[in-house]
């Protein structure tokens, strides 16, 4: 039996499988794990990217990840993990590569986060009283446009009656909304806005809000009437004295066998006297498509709304232990 030996084809084989090799090693990698701190759960689903990119990965079911550093990227890299619900964390670590674990917290340290629920500046560990607030820019991360996306990560609060977006009720710890005086205190700011005997939550958009207070359980003694059940308190942003900004989404909607909507958000700050006088103008415009009929048939769509919300703040600081806010 004669036996011939390709030695070139074979001389072939061998280095393009070095070349495999050396372009595998030459990878740069980053790994880790990503874990809750305080129980040491896997967090299946956190985000892992490169900051400022969209180049990362997602944690599997054991909380681990690999994802590859390109090779442009040179010197020193910020990895930045997120998952819902948790304060992000950010790390830093060479372009060459390597081990980085996250041990995330859920939301962020109740510690610093400050509140005004008693009409004075508190942190929210402080109060004595049931309280949960929602950033503004928690709100965004979520997608929250109104109050039923807020109530629903509430605990111990839920939506009642729902005849259509203007004809809402919700509940606090159980107390449901009877007709008569409303048992739940509504307030933007320092201001009531609920109507007068009303059993409905009034229409409210979460657009430049700061934060969103829910106290839940009778607040009457700070809040009067109409607090049995508790209060919800939209705080709004204040006038940037210091720069002119502006701010502007929409988006658009459809629905199957029904009409299309749509929205429009805007805000505009203009400091009129620089670290004195500031203008916070913001309005919320949309368009919601019906899509119910009547039994006869005769109407269609008829549960459709218009919703308009308009907001401006006037703030003056003659001095710094005195301000007014119109």
Request: charged share 15%.
């Amino acid at each position: 039996m004669n036996t011939k030996i390709n030695f070139n084809r074979i001389w072939a084989v061998l280095s393009l499988c070095c070349l495999s090799m050396a372009t595998l090693t030459a990878q740069s990698l980053v790994t880790g794990t990503v874990t809750d701190a305080l129980n040491n759960q896997p967090l299946l689903g956190a985000s892992i990217i490169i900051k400022g990119t969209t180049i990362g990965t997602t944690a599997d079911e054991d909380g681990s990840y690999t994802f590859a550093v390109p090779d442009d990227m040179v010197g020193t890299i910020t990895i930045e993990a997120s998952y819902l619900g948790y304060a992000p964390l950010n790390k830093t670590i060479s372009s060459d590569g390597g081990t980085l674990d996250f041990a995330m917290r859920e939301g962020v340290q109740l510690g610093s986060v400050v509140v005004t629920a008693q009409k004075r500046d508190q942190r929210l560990v402080e109060i004595p009283i049931s309280a949960q607030a929602i950033s503004g820019k928690t709100l965004d991360e979520l997608g929250a446009r109104d109050l039923t996306d807020v109530i629903a990560f509430i605990p111990g609060a839920s939506e009642g009656v729902a005849n259509n977006i203007g004809a809402r009720q919700y509940q606090l710890r159980g107390i449901v909304q009877q007709n008569g005086d409303p048992s739940i205190g509504y307030y933007i700011d320092d201001a009531a806005f609920n109507f007068y005997r009303s059993s409905f939550a009034p229409v409210s958009r979460s657009f430049d809000i700061n934060r969103v207070e829910v106290l839940r359980g009778p607040q009457s003694t700070l809040y009067g009437a109409g607090a049995m059940g508790g209060v919800i308190r939209y705080i709004t942003n204040k006038p940037n004295l210091q720069k002119i900004s502006g701010n502007f989404t929409g988006g658009l909607s459809s629905t199957n066998g029904g009409d299309g909507g749509n929205y429009y958000d805007a805000m505009l700050n203009v400091p009129l006297i620089k670290n004195k006088l500031g203008l916070r103008v913001s309005g919320s415009f949309e368009s919601v498509g019906g899509y119910m009929e009547t039994n006869d048939g005769t109407t269609e769509n008829f549960n459709d709304a218009n919703i308009q919300q308009l907001r401006a703040q006037l703030m003056y600081i003659p001095t710094n232990n005195l301000s007014f806010k119109l």
